[in-house]
């Protein structure tokens, strides 16, 4: 199948965006996210690097105003194309846009089949141009949340290990502890970070990229790690605007970020979750497990976070009561992956300090733990990303324990 033309719809209103989201055609376009027409509004779309940005109003709010704001976008520079979406379209719009480098102005009527040939004929105008000027794309970078509704089910340990694994592949990876009373991502890479995540929010200058990645800790492996407060008392100064802010800035910088979400449904959480391409539940298997496994999913479908959920069962046997089939069956999903219980392999790699792909790269969890990083990379990269990943992960290999 050929790529997904990849679009990021910046509007005010509801009922547009739904408008827009609904003539969407699913085996040609994809909507991968959402900003509305703010100061943070170059930061949020350049971070998604999108092929096409839908500008949608209604037409009496196109004004100078609206052209400079797209202007000031410079979107072609980073080789993505400006579309219009309306109410009312004149040719006197259609030739301003045109003088501010839009694309194509459309009506916000139009049919999914006309609005699919309109974006494709764009984006092949789009590329024949970067060709000529030599206009080289960011790779999209990717937000994945290990969220889970009961501690112990071995999140931290599954995201840090993704985490390293990513990095030591060549990948351009940033690690976030969102566990903010009880993060220890950098305890278990055996890191003594210096700033944190506090740090980033309380610079009188903002954040910035300069100021997070001055307050990262650097991973043998190449991975960037953005650790949770030292104390749980400084929890309360990170809001869910600071988090959404590094989630933005950092997808200017970074191709993966690793979110290692806290338990709690506190609203810094959430944020993370709805600012997320992807959601990994991770779940150990028991009943417990199980149960707060379905709260969970009730409550991501309420914020409207259910599509991007996928399932990870940890910790599995063949003596567990509870199957992977029962919690199939109940959430309605397949298990993304699955880790068998390796207790002795993570145990000695956390008290040495060492992630257990790196410590024991052929224990059992480690050989499951590059199979799901190798799903993850062919799913964003395609087969041509994971080659290239491979490659490298072989270099590194010739050290293996």
Do not use: W
């Not at 997904?4 to 909507?31: F, G, H, R, S, Y």
């Not at 092949?124 to 970067?130: D, I, P, V």
């Not at 149960?291 to 914020?303: D, E, M, T």
């Not at 089939?325 to 309605?332: F, K, M, R, T, W």
């Amino acid at each position: 199948m050929a790529d997904l033309i990849n679009i990021v719809v910046c509007a005010e209103q509801t009922e547009i965006k739904v408008n827009i989201k609904n003539k969407i055609d699913p085996e040609k376009l994809e909507i991968i996210g959402y900003s509305e027409f703010n100061n943070e509004a170059k930061t949020r779309i350049l971070g998604y690097s999108p092929d096409v940005v839908i500008f949608a109003t209604e037409s009496e709010n196109i004004d100078e105003k609206f052209f400079d704001f797209i202007e000031d976008m410079e979107l072609a520079s980073n080789g993505c194309s400006p579309v219009i979406m309306t109410d009312e379209v004149t040719v006197d719009l259609v030739n301003a846009a045109a003088r501010y480098g839009v694309r194509q102005v459309m009506s916000l009527d139009i049919l999914t089949e006309e609005l699919t040939k309109n974006l494709e004929g764009v984006i092949n105008s789009e590329r024949k141009l970067s060709k000529k000027i030599n206009v080289e794309r960011k790779t999209r970078s990717h937000v994945y949340s290990f969220f889970s509704g009961k501690g112990g089910v071995g999140k931290t340990t599954i995201s840090t290990n993704l985490a390293v694994n990513l990095a030591s592949r060549g990948k351009k990876t940033l690690l976030v502890d969102l566990d903010l009373q009880f993060g220890d991502s950098d305890m278990a890479l055996d890191l003594n970070p210096t700033e944190t995540i506090v740090d980033v929010v309380r610079d009188t200058l903002g954040i910035s990229i300069d100021n997070l990645t001055n307050c990262t800790v650097t991973h043998a492996s190449g991975l960037s790690v953005l650790a949770s407060p030292s104390s749980p008392e400084l929890a309360e100064y990170v809001q869910s605007g600071h988090v959404k802010a590094i989630i933005d800035v950092a997808r200017n910088y970074y191709e993966y970020i690793i979110l290692d979400c806290g338990c709690n449904l506190t609203d810094p959480v959430i944020t993370a979750l709805e600012s997320s391409d992807t959601i990994f539940m991770v779940n150990d298997v028991n009943i417990l497990s199980l149960k707060r496994a379905k709260l969970c999913q009730n409550v991501l479908y309420q914020i409207n976070q259910s599509d991007k959920v996928k399932l990870i069962i940890n910790k599995n046997t063949k003596k567990n009561n509870v199957k992977i089939s029962d919690y199939e069956n109940i959430l309605n999903m397949d298990a993304y992956a699955i880790f068998s219980s390796d207790l002795k392999t993570i145990n000695d790699s956390l008290n040495s300090g060492q992630p257990a792909v790196s410590y024991k790269p052929r224990a059992a969890f480690s050989k499951e733990l590059n199979a799901f990083t190798e799903k993850v990379i062919l799913e964003r990269e395609g087969k041509e990303g994971l080659a290239k990943a491979k490659g490298k992960e072989k270099k590194k290999g010739l050290f293996a324990k």
